[in-house]
């Protein structure tokens, strides 16, 4: 089942399937959000935005907006 990575609570694990937005991708891509990769939630600040996520070994910080243009699929 696809969500967005802004829909994801903390915790969990999910395969990046697709982006929303080609503007965003290049720098998404740069910092090892790819398609296929998996990563973790690990954080949700308080008020829901930034959230913290582990992505190829090191932890990034994204903007609730630019989540919400990852496409995922949640991993059993």
């Known amino acids: 089942m696809e969500k ?3 829909e994801i609570p903390s915790g969990a694990s999910v395969r990046i399937k ?10 998404l891509m ?3 959000c790819l398609p ?7 954080k949700i600040a ?6 913290s996520i582990i992505v190829s070994g090191y932890n990034l910080s994204l903007r609730l907006d630019e989540a ?7 991993v059993i």
């Open 18 to 27: 697709s982006f929303e937005d080609d503007e965003i991708v290049l720098k």
């Open 46 to 51: 308080p008020l829901g935005d930034p959230i």
């Open 30 to 32: 740069e910092m090892g």
């Open 4 to 6: 967005r990575l802004s």
């Open 68 to 74: 919400s243009k990852i496409i995922v699929e949640i």
């Open 36 to 42: 296929g990769e998996i990563i973790s939630v690990e």
